[in-house]
């Protein structure tokens, strides 16, 4: 079982591993949102939808959806 | 030397690209649409040293060439189409020094599309704060450009930034990375079929919905000599370009970049913690809310006022000054309350784009999408559909502008058609009115009574509708919806007071010329409807009065001609006409009249109904007096009795009675498809529930 950004819990950072990359927007990926690259948890709404994350530089909030076709790897 | 150059505006949101835009034009700008579609178009004229004129143009912001959206499309057309009466002679990308990494993305792009390229790295102040250093030199031997370190708050950097757009011919036109490696059979075999056209020009016709010159993708994938790639793997190798990019980005950044942490300081970390925080968040947006709303709604009526006033003055002193006729009640009584009545909003309307430009800027608004996404998009909408919502109960129309945040177009849609549902400050006379004559004044408990109680359920009333009606357009309304929630949570910062200033009065500037046409043809058709009648009974309404009631006052005879007047004018028929279809609602011919007036405002019902029961409308006492003493015909039972007023109140509730929406709903959503089918469903709504409300209390 793979990890994924949705499990990712607040403060926690992460290399991403993989992306699958026809169920994201390329816009992710030209955010900053691509394999290598480091990506932190800041915040989260309630019910941990949106997440507010720090992904190589770049502040974004996506969906859980989303952030679920997103492998990485804890560090 | 060309006498003027066209100069682009290029880069991500949040990079302050319209901070440097305003800094260049000053107040010399133009604001419109772009042919046939909603997105604005923001030009203007900048003097250059050697009397040469530039016309610059605010492209959208985009965070790459690869458009998602219908700004970002715009930004490729132009840039791609030669054609294009806007096609720059040089494009100038605009940076912010905290993220260039990203913003070097799209530059990287531009950088191939062999036009004249200038890098601006703005909001240089900050660079001593975050502990960032350049290589300015190295850098612009790397990128292949020319770099102005720039700050549009302080004013750094502007006269560096004219001398290099003056000098354009200069400029390099070579491309920083060769992105065709990442396949290179493929692109060798696109550059032999098509020798004359630049080759990312080529690999952008192909990959996004844009046609330029008399190219577009199907004359791409008829070339014989080329073999075309499936949309899955030009998407992977779209990635791959991306990761291309970015390599070169980060190599570059690490040679000339240098970021010392520690002397960084965490402002933005601090202030989310609280304003994303799961309780404080919420309570700390409630209470910017409720000073918005105060604002709105309340300083907003003294300037109304002095407006109010200040027409009805102009409309007795232009009176007293032209001769009396036909020509002259036209200009008093049709023009001149007619601009009133567009005039009178401008308070409300500067009021909230004050305030949402502030929230912009400051970088707080993304906090409020972020917070209000997951509850908003179980009805359908975005979390950016809830600043428009709340606006809505001050009015439509700047609500129904408010919405031009929400990228997503059925979004948008959505939030525009269901705005009109919530309780705005122009139903609240109708509401009050009623109200005290159809609801007991007894309290149900405490300090509560029926009639605040009443008057809280109509709110709710509008809240609720327009959630649910936009569940149900949400599942009925088949659009394209790809576009992904991404939000850029932008830096805080403290608002510039020019940037504020010139949306205020853009914003203000759009309403008036736009919605403001509309609004005074129609207020000149109501005036002349009800200023004429088709026969003597109209025309003569002075004699018979006169004869049939010789005992009455001088006032009281006026008011009675003025009300014969308006049964027999063109609109009291109109209201004749439409009785039997009111009839069924509770309503007689009169209320029928106070409808027909009221599409064109719904305050206007009070006053329509003041006029038609002959009473001065300033004691509300007597209006109120009359219309409970008023017996329906055919039942002998009060008029206004409770299943009339539920009926009336329902009926005001749902039904679209505002011009200005209407012709708002026009000019946003481009064409009258939208505001028509807004009109029938909420008057259809309006009609049904009143409908069953009588028929059920009756």
Same mark, same amino acid.
């Given at each position: 079982?793979?990890?994924?950004?949705?499990?990712?819990?607040?403060?926690?950072?992460?290399?991403?591993?993989?992306?699958?990359?026809?169920?994201?927007?390329?816009?992710?990926?030209?955010?900053?949102?691509?394999?290598?690259?480091?990506?932190?948890?800041?915040?989260?709404?309630?019910?941990?939808?949106?997440?507010?994350?720090?992904?190589?530089?770049?502040?974004?909030?996506?969906?859980?959806?989303?952030?679920?076709?997103?492998?990485?790897?804890?560090? | 030397?060309?006498?003027?150059?066209?100069?682009?505006?290029?880069?991500?949101?949040?990079?302050?690209?319209?901070?440097?835009?305003?800094? @260049?034009?000053?107040?010399?700008?133009?604001?419109?649409?772009?042919?046939?579609?909603?997105?604005?178009?923001?030009?203007?004229?900048?003097?250059?040293?050697?009397?040469?004129?530039?016309?610059?143009?605010?492209?959208?912001?985009?965070?790459?060439?690869?458009?998602?959206?219908?700004?970002?499309?715009?930004?490729?057309?132009?840039?791609?189409?030669?054609?294009?009466?806007?096609?720059?002679?040089?494009?100038?990308?605009?940076?912010?020094?905290?993220?260039?990494?990203?913003?070097? !993305?799209?530059?990287?792009?531009?950088?191939?599309?062999?036009?004249?390229?200038?890098?601006?790295?703005?909001?240089?102040?900050?660079?001593?704060?975050?502990?960032?250093?350049?290589?300015?030199?190295?850098?612009?031997?790397?990128?292949?450009?020319?770099?102005?370190?720039?700050?549009?708050?302080?004013?750094?950097?502007?006269?560096?930034?004219?001398?290099?757009?003056?000098?354009?011919?200069?400029?390099?036109?070579?491309?920083? @990375?060769?992105?065709?490696?990442?396949?290179?059979?493929?692109?060798?075999?696109?550059?032999?079929?098509?020798?004359?056209?630049?080759?990312?020009?080529?690999?952008?016709?192909?990959?996004?919905?844009?046609?330029?010159?008399?190219?577009?993708?199907?004359?791409?994938?008829? *070339?014989?000599?080329?073999?075309?790639?499936?949309?899955?793997?030009?998407?992977?190798?779209?990635?791959?370009?991306?990761?291309?990019?970015?390599?070169?980005?980060?190599?570059?950044?690490?040679?000339?970049?240098?970021?010392?942490?520690?002397?960084?300081?965490?402002?933005?970390?601090?202030?989310?913690?609280?304003?994303?925080?799961?309780?404080?968040?919420?309570?700390?947006?409630?209470?910017?809310?409720?000073?918005?709303?105060?604002?709105?709604?309340?300083?907003?009526?003294?300037?109304?006022?002095?407006?109010?006033?200040?027409?009805?003055?102009?409309?007795?002193?232009?009176?007293?000054?032209?001769?009396?006729?036909?020509?002259?009640?036209?200009?008093?009584?049709?023009?001149?309350?007619?601009?009133?009545?567009?005039?009178?909003?401008?308070?409300?309307?500067?009021?909230?784009?004050?305030?949402?430009?502030?929230?912009?800027?400051?970088?707080?608004?993304?906090?409020?999408?972020?917070?209000?996404?997951? !509850?908003?998009?179980?009805?359908?909408?975005?979390?950016?559909?809830?600043?428009?919502?709340?606006?809505?109960?001050?009015?439509?129309?700047?609500?129904?502008?408010?919405?031009?945040?929400?990228?997503?177009?059925?979004?948008?849609?959505?939030?525009? @058609?269901?705005?009109?549902?919530?309780?705005?400050?122009?139903?609240?006379?109708?509401?009050?009115?009623?109200?005290?004559?159809?609801?007991?004044?007894?309290?149900?408990?405490?300090?509560?009574?029926?009639?605040?109680?009443?008057?809280?359920?109509?709110?709710?009333?509008?809240?609720?509708?327009?959630?649910?009606?936009?569940?149900?357009?949400?599942?009925?309304?088949?659009?394209?919806?790809?576009?992904?929630?991404?939000?850029?949570?932008?830096?805080?910062?403290?608002?510039?007071?020019?940037?504020?200033?010139?949306?205020?009065?853009?914003?203000?500037?759009?309403?008036?010329?736009?919605?403001?046409?509309?609004?005074?043809?129609?207020?000149?058709?109501?005036?002349?409807?009800?200023?004429?009648?088709?026969?003597?009974?109209?025309?003569? *309404?002075?004699?018979?009065?006169?004869?049939?009631?010789?005992?009455?006052?001088?006032?009281?005879?006026?008011?009675?001609?003025?009300?014969?007047?308006?049964?027999?004018?063109?609109?009291?028929?109109?209201?004749?006409?439409?009785?039997?279809?009111?009839?069924?609602?509770?309503?007689?011919?009169?209320?029928?009249?106070?409808?027909?007036?009221?599409?064109?405002?719904?305050?206007?019902?009070?006053?329509? @109904?003041?006029?038609?029961?002959?009473?001065?409308?300033?004691?509300?006492?007597?209006?109120?007096?009359?219309?409970?003493?008023?017996?329906?015909?055919?039942?002998?039972?009060?008029?206004?009795?409770?299943?009339?007023?539920?009926?009336?109140?329902?009926?005001?509730?749902?039904?679209?009675?505002?011009?200005?929406?209407?012709?708002?709903?026009?000019?946003?959503?481009?064409?009258?498809?939208?505001?028509?089918?807004?009109?029938?469903?909420?008057?259809?709504?309006?009609?049904?529930?009143?409908?069953?409300?009588?028929?059920?209390?009756?």
């Amino acid at each position: 079982m793979k990890t994924t950004l949705a499990e990712l819990k607040r403060g926690q950072s992460a290399i991403i591993t993989m992306v699958e990359t026809d169920a994201i927007p390329l816009k992710l990926l030209e955010m900053g949102c691509l394999p290598g690259n480091e990506v932190t948890l800041l915040q989260v709404a309630p019910f941990s939808c949106p997440m507010y994350l720090n992904i190589n530089g770049s502040h974004l909030a996506i969906r859980k959806e989303v952030a679920r076709q997103i492998e990485i790897e804890l560090i | 030397m060309a006498k003027h150059i066209n100069v682009s505006l290029i880069g991500n949101p949040n990079t302050g690209k319209t901070s440097v835009f305003n800094l @260049l034009t000053g107040l010399n700008q133009q604001v419109g649409n772009y042919p046939g579609i909603t997105v604005e178009r923001k030009a203007g004229v900048c003097k250059l040293p050697r009397g040469v004129k530039a016309h610059i143009l605010d492209l959208p912001g985009t965070y790459s060439l690869n458009a998602s959206s219908l700004d970002e499309n715009v930004v490729i057309e132009v840039l791609l189409n030669k054609k294009d009466k806007d096609y720059p002679d040089v494009a100038v990308v605009v940076s912010d020094v905290e993220n260039l990494k990203r913003n070097l !993305l799209l530059f990287t792009q531009i950088k191939d599309l062999d036009i004249p390229t200038i890098l601006v790295i703005n909001m240089a102040d900050r660079m001593k704060r975050k502990g960032i250093s350049l290589n300015i030199p190295e850098l612009e031997k790397t990128l292949k450009t020319n770099v102005v370190l720039m700050s549009a708050r302080k004013k750094q950097g502007l006269e560096e930034l004219k001398q290099l757009i003056a000098s354009y011919k200069k400029l390099s036109i070579e491309p920083c @990375l060769n992105a065709s490696s990442i396949d290179k059979p493929y692109f060798e075999g696109l550059q032999k079929a098509f020798p004359n056209q630049s080759l990312y020009k080529l690999w952008l016709v192909i990959t996004q919905d844009v046609n330029f010159a008399n190219i577009n993708r199907n004359t791409i994938a008829d *070339a014989s000599e080329f073999h075309t790639k499936k949309k899955s793997d030009l998407k992977r190798l779209q990635q791959k370009e991306t990761i291309k990019r970015y390599q070169f980005i980060n190599e570059t950044l690490k040679q000339t970049q240098t970021i010392d942490v520690g002397s960084a300081t965490g402002v933005r970390a601090k202030l989310d913690q609280l304003l994303v925080h799961k309780v404080w968040g919420y309570l700390i947006f409630f209470i910017i809310l409720l000073f918005i709303f105060q604002a709105i709604y309340d300083w907003s009526a003294y300037p109304q006022d002095l407006i109010d006033n200040g027409f009805a003055w102009l409309s007795e002193a232009v009176k007293g000054q032209l001769p009396a006729g036909a020509l002259t009640n036209l200009i008093t009584e049709g023009i001149i309350p007619g601009l009133g009545g567009i005039v009178i909003f401008i308070p409300q309307i500067a009021f909230l784009f004050l305030f949402i430009s502030i929230l912009e800027e400051s970088g707080y608004m993304s906090r409020v999408v972020f917070l209000m996404d997951r !509850l908003m998009r179980k009805f359908g909408l975005s979390g950016k559909s809830i600043v428009p919502l709340i606006s809505g109960t001050a009015c439509a129309i700047p609500a129904v502008m408010a919405t031009r945040n929400i990228e997503n177009w059925k979004e948008r849609l959505i939030t525009i @058609l269901v705005v009109p549902f919530t309780t705005c400050s122009a139903r609240l006379p109708v509401y009050l009115i009623i109200i005290s004559l159809v609801i007991p004044k007894e309290r149900v408990a405490w300090i509560f009574g029926y009639q605040s109680l009443s008057l809280m359920l109509l709110y709710l009333l509008g809240f609720v509708t327009a959630l649910g009606s936009s569940w149900l357009l949400s599942k009925f309304l088949k659009m394209p919806n790809k576009s992904f929630f991404v939000v850029e949570m932008p830096n805080y910062k403290l608002p510039m007071f020019k940037n504020v200033a010139i949306n205020v009065v853009e914003k203000t500037k759009a309403f008036i010329t736009g919605a403001g046409k509309i609004i005074l043809a129609i207020s000149i058709v109501l005036w002349v409807l009800a200023s004429y009648g088709p026969n003597e009974k109209f025309s003569n *309404a002075k004699e018979i009065i006169s004869q049939n009631q010789p005992q009455k006052s001088t006032i009281e005879l006026e008011r009675a001609i003025a009300s014969q007047k308006l049964e027999h004018s063109y609109i009291g028929y109109m209201g004749k006409a439409i009785e039997p279809l009111v009839a069924p609602l509770g309503y007689d011919w009169k209320i029928g009249i106070a409808l027909i007036s009221s599409f064109a405002a719904r305050e206007v019902f009070v006053g329509t @109904l003041a006029t038609i029961y002959s009473v001065g409308s300033d004691e509300d006492e007597t209006i109120k007096n009359r219309m409970a003493a008023e017996i329906n015909p055919d039942t002998g039972v009060p008029l206004f009795n409770l299943a009339t007023g539920v009926s009336l109140l329902l009926f005001y509730a749902f039904a679209m009675q505002c011009m200005s929406t209407i012709a708002i709903v026009k000019k946003e959503t481009n064409g009258w498809r939208w505001p028509i089918i807004q009109l029938f469903f909420m008057s259809g709504l309006a009609y049904i529930s009143a409908f069953v409300a009588y028929q059920f209390l009756k």
